[in-house]
């Protein structure tokens, strides 16, 4: 069996399974784990430290499914412009296996199969310990890195996604991985951010494309972000919902250069 080996343990987040539970068990601390209907999300991907609680969020939120869809940015710039990836994942807390069936039905178009893509990414990775943590189930996984985000190409990855979400009998759940605004003051971030926002809760992906062009704004993972949008409307769901919002600052009270973090659940 071909295996996806941690690429940022003991980095990102703990590298050992009894401290990596540990920082978990800090994420969740003031949160009640409670299921919702939910459709899609956005979840950042920093370190745990400084990201952690904000992601926690919208896992306490998310329902048990078959199958999560993780869509992340490509930020080592290695590989398939639009890669998915059918490895089985490793991380301190085990294995977690990718749904074939699902990614054969999605590659041949604008969707390669690559594993270079995906090698050294960190931004999906990241969210496997708070699957793993959060649900005892077995699950399975999509894992998409996304070096092209334009908007024609978030749309059809959406549109492809849908189709075939659609056509499964499965539950599927719809993350995307994505930071907000980078290395600006906590003030502006928290202005730019929210203003993003907004267009992300309703589901405006014309919107949200304007807004990032009118404030030239750092959000990483806009494309992720798009595609778990469409798909999610296309799958009937109707609006956002915002449940926590931080920056780094939060953690290392340096206000000059933040990165924000929103956990947004779509239903």
């Keep these: 069996m071909d295996l996806r080996l941690p ?5 990102f987040y703990p590298g050992t399974q009894k401290q990596l539970k540990r920082e978990l068990n800090t994420c969740f601390a003031a949160i009640v784990n409670q299921s919702r209907e939910v459709m899609g999300a956005v979840v950042p991907h920093a370190g745990y430290t400084y990201s952690g609680a904000t992601a926690a969020h919208v896992y306490a939120a998310l329902p048990q499914a078959d199958t999560y869809v993780i869509l992340g940015p490509n930020h080592t710039g290695v590989g398939s412009l639009v890669a998915v990836s059918q490895e ?7 294995e977690v296996p990718v749904d ?3 990614v054969n039905k999605i590659t041949g178009g604008i969707i390669d199969l690559d594993e270079n893509a995906h090698r050294y990414e960190h931004s999906i990775e990241v969210q ?9 189930h077995k699950f399975e996984i999509v894992p998409i890195c996304m070096g092209m985000q334009d908007e ?6 959406g549109n492809q996604l849908a189709q075939v979400i ?7 759940v719809i993350i995307a991985s994505s930071d907000f605004s980078h290395y600006i003051p906590d003030r502006v971030a928290r202005d730019t951010d929210n203003y993003l926002i907004e267009s992300i809760l309703s589901l405006d992906v014309y919107e949200f494309y304007a807004r ?19 798909a999610s409307a296309q799958l009937d769901a109707t609006c956002g919902t915002l449940l926590d919002y931080s920056t780094s600052g939060n953690v290392t009270r340096d206000n000059l250069s933040v990165v924000g973090y929103a956990g ?3 239903e």
Excluded: H
């Excluded at 024609?152 to 990855?157: D, G, L, S, V």
């Design 128 to 136: 496997l310990p708070f699957l793993q943590y959060r649900f005892s």
């Design 7 to 11: 690429a940022v343990a003991g980095q």
């Design 212 to 230: 990032l062009a009118e404030r030239n704004a750092s959000v990483c993972g806009y494309g992720p972000i798009t595609t778990m949008l469409v």
């Design 264 to 266: 947004i659940i779509v």
């Design 166 to 172: 659609r056509d499964s009998n499965k539950k599927v």
């Design 88 to 94: 089985t994942w490793e991380t301190p807390l085990g």
């Design 100 to 102: 074939k069936e699902f």
């Design 152 to 157: 024609q190409t978030a749309t059809e990855i």
